[in-house]
Protein backbone atom coordinates (compact mmCIF):
# COMPACT_ATOMS: atom_id res chain seq x y z
CA UNK A 1 0.00 0.00 0.00
CA UNK A 2 2.57 2.38 1.24
CA UNK A 3 4.92 1.40 -2.14
CA UNK A 4 4.86 4.62 -4.78
CA UNK A 5 4.21 4.35 -8.61
CA UNK A 6 5.31 6.88 -10.65
CA UNK A 7 2.80 6.90 -13.88
CA UNK A 8 2.96 9.79 -16.60
CA UNK A 9 5.51 11.74 -14.26
CA UNK A 10 3.41 11.70 -11.15
CA UNK A 11 4.08 9.37 -8.26
CA UNK A 12 0.99 7.54 -7.05
CA UNK A 13 -0.19 5.77 -3.96
CA UNK A 14 -2.53 2.90 -4.22
CA UNK A 15 -6.09 2.89 -2.21
CA UNK A 16 -6.56 -0.62 -2.18
CA UNK A 17 -9.49 -0.25 -4.26
CA UNK A 18 -8.33 -2.70 -7.34
CA UNK A 19 -10.80 -1.11 -9.76
CA UNK A 20 -9.98 2.18 -8.80
CA UNK A 21 -6.45 2.01 -8.75
CA UNK A 22 -6.82 0.26 -11.91
CA UNK A 23 -8.69 3.28 -13.07
CA UNK A 24 -6.68 5.55 -12.12
CA UNK A 25 -3.27 3.92 -13.80
CA UNK A 26 -1.95 3.30 -9.97
CA UNK A 27 -4.26 5.43 -7.36
CA UNK A 28 -4.21 9.30 -5.56
CA UNK A 29 -1.72 11.37 -6.46
CA UNK A 30 1.07 10.99 -3.76
CA UNK A 31 1.83 14.05 -1.70
CA UNK A 32 -1.07 15.94 -3.44
CA UNK A 33 -5.05 16.84 -2.87
CA UNK A 34 -7.79 14.47 -4.82
CA UNK A 35 -11.36 15.85 -4.51
CA UNK A 36 -14.19 13.46 -4.27
CA UNK A 37 -17.69 15.16 -4.99
CA UNK A 38 -21.08 13.58 -4.72
CA UNK A 39 -23.86 13.98 -3.71
CA UNK A 40 -25.29 12.59 0.16
CA UNK A 41 -25.47 8.78 0.43
CA UNK A 42 -23.53 8.23 -3.01
CA UNK A 43 -20.21 6.56 -0.76
CA UNK A 44 -17.67 9.69 -0.35
CA UNK A 45 -17.24 9.09 3.04
CA UNK A 46 -16.58 5.24 2.68
CA UNK A 47 -14.49 5.42 -0.02
CA UNK A 48 -12.29 8.37 1.58
CA UNK A 49 -12.28 6.07 4.93
CA UNK A 50 -11.21 2.87 3.04
CA UNK A 51 -8.58 4.27 1.24
CA UNK A 52 -7.52 5.40 4.64
CA UNK A 53 -7.79 2.02 6.27
CA UNK A 54 -5.90 0.16 3.43
CA UNK A 55 -2.97 2.30 4.61
CA UNK A 56 -3.19 1.84 7.62
CA UNK A 57 -3.35 -1.89 7.61
CA UNK A 58 0.15 -1.61 5.14
CA UNK A 59 2.07 0.49 7.98
CA UNK A 60 1.12 4.02 7.11
CA UNK A 61 -0.74 5.93 9.89
CA UNK A 62 -3.16 8.74 8.67
CA UNK A 63 -5.78 11.23 10.23
CA UNK A 64 -9.65 11.36 9.21
CA UNK A 65 -11.16 15.10 10.49
CA UNK A 66 -14.63 14.93 10.31
CA UNK A 67 -16.42 18.74 9.74
CA UNK A 68 -19.90 16.77 10.55
CA UNK A 69 -19.63 13.62 11.81
CA UNK A 70 -19.21 12.84 15.61
CA UNK A 71 -16.23 10.36 15.28
CA UNK A 72 -17.18 7.87 17.54
CA UNK A 73 -20.20 7.33 15.11
CA UNK A 74 -17.68 7.18 12.43
CA UNK A 75 -16.28 4.34 13.83
CA UNK A 76 -19.31 2.59 14.60
CA UNK A 77 -20.49 2.64 10.99
CA UNK A 78 -17.67 1.45 10.02
CA UNK A 79 -18.19 -1.63 11.79
CA UNK A 80 -20.69 -2.71 9.14
CA UNK A 81 -17.70 -3.67 7.14
CA UNK A 82 -14.88 -5.58 7.34
CA UNK A 83 -12.16 -3.57 8.68
CA UNK A 84 -11.42 -3.40 11.99
CA UNK A 85 -11.45 0.13 12.67
CA UNK A 86 -11.32 0.18 16.24
CA UNK A 87 -8.11 -1.79 16.23
CA UNK A 88 -6.80 0.81 14.03
CA UNK A 89 -7.61 3.55 15.48
CA UNK A 90 -5.50 2.54 18.76
CA UNK A 91 -2.08 2.76 16.80
CA UNK A 92 -2.44 3.81 12.88
CA UNK A 93 -5.53 5.73 12.14
CA UNK A 94 -6.60 9.32 14.10
CA UNK A 95 -10.08 10.82 14.21
CA UNK A 96 -10.33 14.56 15.03
CA UNK A 97 -13.37 16.72 15.63
CA UNK A 98 -13.47 19.89 13.53
CA UNK A 99 -17.44 20.12 13.49
CA UNK A 100 -18.18 23.99 13.86
CA UNK A 101 -20.66 25.76 16.28
CA UNK A 102 -22.94 28.16 14.19
CA UNK A 103 -22.57 31.03 16.31
CA UNK A 104 -18.93 30.97 16.58
CA UNK A 105 -18.48 31.36 12.70
CA UNK A 106 -21.16 33.69 12.28
CA UNK A 107 -19.31 35.98 14.70
CA UNK A 108 -16.06 35.79 13.01
CA UNK A 109 -14.01 34.03 15.66
CA UNK A 110 -13.24 30.59 13.05
CA UNK A 111 -10.56 30.37 10.50
CA UNK A 112 -8.39 26.78 9.47
CA UNK A 113 -5.09 28.38 11.51
CA UNK A 114 -5.83 26.68 14.70
CA UNK A 115 -7.41 23.19 12.98
CA UNK A 116 -4.26 23.01 10.74
CA UNK A 117 -2.07 23.58 13.88
CA UNK A 118 -3.57 20.82 15.65
CA UNK A 119 -3.36 18.36 12.48
CA UNK A 120 0.89 19.29 12.28
CA UNK A 121 0.65 18.19 15.91
CA UNK A 122 -1.22 14.89 15.31
CA UNK A 123 1.01 14.20 12.32
CA UNK A 124 4.47 15.14 13.99
CA UNK A 125 3.13 12.27 16.78
CA UNK A 126 1.96 9.79 14.88
CA UNK A 127 3.65 9.76 11.51
CA UNK A 128 0.81 10.30 9.06
CA UNK A 129 1.17 11.42 5.48
CA UNK A 130 -2.07 10.61 4.67
CA UNK A 131 -5.10 13.00 5.65
CA UNK A 132 -8.86 13.36 4.85
CA UNK A 133 -10.84 16.56 5.45
CA UNK A 134 -14.67 14.53 5.02
CA UNK A 135 -17.22 17.28 4.30
CA UNK A 136 -15.22 20.11 3.90
CA UNK A 137 -18.05 22.23 2.28
CA UNK A 138 -19.69 22.24 5.46
CA UNK A 139 -17.12 25.12 6.89
CA UNK A 140 -18.81 27.03 3.20
CA UNK A 141 -22.71 26.82 4.52
CA UNK A 142 -21.66 27.81 7.55
CA UNK A 143 -19.36 30.77 6.69
CA UNK A 144 -22.13 31.93 3.86
CA UNK A 145 -19.15 34.74 2.87
CA UNK A 146 -17.51 34.02 -1.04
CA UNK A 147 -14.49 35.93 0.44
CA UNK A 148 -13.71 34.32 3.23
CA UNK A 149 -14.38 30.70 1.74
CA UNK A 150 -11.71 31.37 -0.57
CA UNK A 151 -9.62 32.63 2.24
CA UNK A 152 -9.91 29.56 4.18
CA UNK A 153 -9.43 27.70 0.38
CA UNK A 154 -6.24 29.05 -0.15
CA UNK A 155 -5.35 28.39 3.18
CA UNK A 156 -5.64 25.22 3.13
CA UNK A 157 -4.25 24.84 -0.76
CA UNK A 158 -1.12 26.06 0.26
CA UNK A 159 -0.63 24.40 3.95
CA UNK A 160 -1.04 21.36 2.44
CA UNK A 161 1.20 21.91 -0.33
CA UNK A 162 4.20 22.96 1.95
CA UNK A 163 3.33 19.58 3.80
CA UNK A 164 3.20 17.02 1.01
CA UNK A 165 0.49 15.26 2.73
CA UNK A 166 -1.76 13.05 -0.08
CA UNK A 167 -4.78 14.49 1.29
CA UNK A 168 -8.23 13.67 0.38
CA UNK A 169 -11.32 15.76 0.59
CA UNK A 170 -14.77 15.19 0.52
CA UNK A 171 -17.58 17.82 -0.62
CA UNK A 172 -21.18 17.77 -1.25
CA UNK A 173 -22.92 18.57 -4.32
CA UNK A 174 -26.40 20.20 -3.92
CA UNK A 175 -28.24 21.61 -6.90
CA UNK A 176 -30.78 23.21 -5.18
CA UNK A 177 -28.22 25.85 -3.17
CA UNK A 178 -27.47 28.70 -5.76
CA UNK A 179 -24.24 29.08 -4.33
CA UNK A 180 -23.14 25.20 -5.03
CA UNK A 181 -21.58 25.77 -8.70
CA UNK A 182 -19.39 28.88 -6.97
CA UNK A 183 -18.22 26.56 -4.04
CA UNK A 184 -17.46 24.03 -6.10
CA UNK A 185 -15.45 25.77 -8.55
CA UNK A 186 -13.46 27.55 -4.95
CA UNK A 187 -13.49 23.71 -3.85
CA UNK A 188 -11.88 22.06 -7.22
CA UNK A 189 -8.69 24.74 -6.82
CA UNK A 190 -7.80 22.72 -3.95
CA UNK A 191 -7.10 19.50 -6.37
CA UNK A 192 -4.77 17.57 -8.66
CA UNK A 193 -7.42 14.88 -9.04
CA UNK A 194 -11.16 15.28 -8.88
CA UNK A 195 -13.49 11.67 -8.34
CA UNK A 196 -17.48 12.17 -8.64
CA UNK A 197 -19.62 9.60 -7.45
CA UNK A 198 -23.56 9.16 -8.73
CA UNK A 199 -26.02 7.86 -7.22
CA UNK A 200 -29.17 7.00 -8.28
CA UNK A 201 -32.56 4.80 -7.91
CA UNK A 202 -34.26 3.40 -10.87
CA UNK A 203 -37.42 1.39 -11.03
CA UNK A 204 -34.93 -1.79 -10.77
CA UNK A 205 -32.19 -1.09 -8.68
CA UNK A 206 -30.28 1.40 -7.67
CA UNK A 207 -26.62 2.48 -9.50
CA UNK A 208 -24.16 4.11 -8.39
CA UNK A 209 -21.40 5.73 -10.70
CA UNK A 210 -17.42 6.27 -10.48
CA UNK A 211 -16.03 9.00 -12.74
CA UNK A 212 -12.68 11.02 -12.80
CA UNK A 213 -12.98 14.10 -13.94
CA UNK A 214 -9.48 15.59 -13.50
CA UNK A 215 -5.96 14.17 -13.17
CA UNK A 216 -2.95 16.65 -13.06
CA UNK A 217 0.20 15.16 -14.79
CA UNK A 218 -1.81 11.74 -15.30
CA UNK A 219 -3.74 10.00 -17.99
CA UNK A 220 -6.38 8.46 -16.56
CA UNK A 221 -10.35 6.36 -18.22
CA UNK A 222 -12.69 9.70 -18.72
CA UNK A 223 -15.89 7.27 -18.68
CA UNK A 224 -17.83 6.48 -16.02
CA UNK A 225 -17.85 2.92 -14.57
CA UNK A 226 -20.35 1.50 -11.90
CA UNK A 227 -19.15 0.84 -8.11
CA UNK A 228 -21.18 -1.23 -5.58
CA UNK A 229 -20.76 -1.06 -1.72
CA UNK A 230 -20.81 -4.33 -0.24
CA UNK A 231 -19.37 -5.86 3.54
CA UNK A 232 -15.62 -5.22 2.09
CA UNK A 233 -16.17 -1.64 1.38
CA UNK A 234 -16.50 0.26 -2.22
CA UNK A 235 -15.87 -2.38 -5.39
CA UNK A 236 -14.69 -0.71 -8.53
CA UNK A 237 -16.05 -2.73 -11.32
CA UNK A 238 -13.64 -2.14 -14.24
CA UNK A 239 -15.67 -2.55 -17.90
CA UNK A 240 -12.05 -3.23 -19.35
CA UNK A 241 -12.16 -6.44 -16.79
CA UNK A 242 -16.17 -7.62 -17.27
CA UNK A 243 -14.93 -7.28 -21.45
CA UNK A 244 -11.72 -9.29 -21.07
CA UNK A 245 -14.09 -11.97 -18.49
CA UNK A 246 -16.87 -12.24 -21.53
CA UNK A 247 -14.28 -12.74 -23.91
CA UNK A 248 -12.73 -15.46 -21.80
CA UNK A 249 -16.22 -17.29 -21.59
CA UNK A 250 -17.13 -16.80 -25.17
CA UNK A 251 -13.56 -18.54 -25.84
CA UNK A 252 -14.45 -21.45 -23.78
CA UNK A 253 -18.16 -21.14 -24.66
CA UNK A 254 -17.06 -22.07 -28.14
CA UNK A 255 -14.86 -24.93 -27.35
CA UNK A 256 -17.44 -26.86 -25.52
CA UNK A 257 -19.19 -26.05 -28.88
CA UNK A 258 -16.82 -27.55 -30.81
CA UNK A 259 -16.68 -30.68 -28.41
CA UNK A 260 -20.38 -31.25 -28.53
CA UNK A 261 -20.38 -30.76 -32.30
CA UNK A 262 -17.90 -33.66 -32.28
CA UNK A 263 -19.66 -35.51 -29.54
CA UNK A 264 -22.87 -35.80 -31.58
CA UNK A 265 -20.78 -36.39 -35.09
CA UNK A 266 -19.53 -39.48 -33.54
CA UNK A 267 -23.24 -40.22 -32.23
CA UNK A 268 -24.80 -40.29 -35.33
CA UNK A 269 -21.77 -42.21 -37.29
CA UNK A 270 -21.98 -45.11 -34.85
CA UNK A 271 -25.38 -46.46 -35.82
CA UNK A 272 -24.56 -45.87 -39.48
CA UNK A 273 -21.69 -48.03 -38.67
CA UNK A 274 -23.66 -50.59 -37.01
CA UNK A 275 -26.61 -50.63 -39.58
CA UNK A 276 -24.09 -51.08 -42.20
CA UNK A 277 -22.44 -53.99 -40.04
CA UNK A 278 -26.34 -55.63 -39.62
CA UNK A 279 -26.51 -55.25 -43.49
CA UNK A 280 -23.61 -57.22 -43.88
CA UNK A 281 -24.70 -59.83 -41.76
CA UNK A 282 -27.74 -60.42 -43.17
CA UNK A 283 -26.43 -60.69 -46.64
CA UNK A 284 -23.91 -63.12 -45.48
CA UNK A 285 -26.50 -65.27 -44.61
CA UNK A 286 -29.06 -64.45 -47.42
CA UNK A 287 -26.04 -65.67 -49.50
CA UNK A 288 -24.96 -68.90 -47.39
CA UNK A 289 -29.10 -69.88 -47.36
CA UNK A 290 -29.07 -69.33 -51.44
CA UNK A 291 -25.63 -71.41 -51.89
CA UNK A 292 -27.06 -74.74 -50.07
CA UNK A 293 -30.42 -75.80 -51.01
CA UNK A 294 -29.91 -79.26 -52.36
CA UNK A 295 -28.79 -80.07 -48.58
CA UNK A 296 -32.02 -78.97 -47.63
CA UNK A 297 -33.72 -80.24 -50.10
CA UNK A 298 -32.62 -83.69 -49.09
CA UNK A 299 -33.45 -83.26 -45.74
CA UNK A 300 -37.09 -82.90 -46.25
CA UNK A 301 -36.97 -86.01 -48.62
CA UNK A 302 -35.24 -88.39 -46.78
CA UNK A 303 -37.16 -91.58 -46.63
CA UNK A 304 -39.54 -92.23 -43.62
CA UNK A 305 -38.54 -94.75 -41.38
CA UNK A 306 -40.90 -98.26 -42.17
CA UNK A 307 -43.23 -99.57 -39.93
CA UNK A 308 -42.17 -102.50 -37.66
CA UNK A 309 -42.07 -104.10 -34.05
CA UNK A 310 -38.09 -102.87 -34.35
CA UNK A 311 -39.47 -99.39 -34.67
CA UNK A 312 -42.61 -100.15 -32.05
CA UNK A 313 -41.78 -97.99 -28.65
CA UNK A 314 -41.44 -100.52 -25.62
CA UNK A 315 -44.84 -99.95 -23.26
CA UNK A 316 -44.28 -98.40 -20.04
CA UNK A 317 -44.64 -100.13 -17.11
CA UNK A 318 -47.91 -98.78 -16.38
CA UNK A 319 -49.17 -100.58 -20.13
CA UNK A 320 -47.82 -103.88 -18.89
CA UNK A 321 -49.83 -103.77 -15.64
CA UNK A 322 -52.68 -102.91 -17.47
CA UNK A 323 -52.40 -106.16 -20.77
Not at 31 to 45: A, D, E, F, N, Y
Not at 159 to 182: E, I, K, M
Not at 224 to 233: A, D, L, M, Q
Request: charged share 25%.
Amino acid sequence: MNKKNRTGGVVKTPTGIAGFDHLTGGGLPAGRTTLVLGRPGSGKTVLALQTLVNGARQGEPGMFVSFNEFPPQLVENAGAFNWDVAALEKEKLVFMDARLKPAVVKAGQFDLNGLLAALQAVAAESGARRVVLDSFDVLFTLLDDGPAELQEIFRLRDWLFARQFTALVTANLDGADPRAAQRLAGVQLLADCVVTLDYRLTEQAAVRQLRVTKYRGSSYAEAPVPFSIGESGIKVHNPLARGAAGAAAAAALGSEIESAKKELAARIEAPDNFLEVRQAERAFRMRKASASPSRAGKRRTAKPAQPGPANQEAPSAGQDSLL
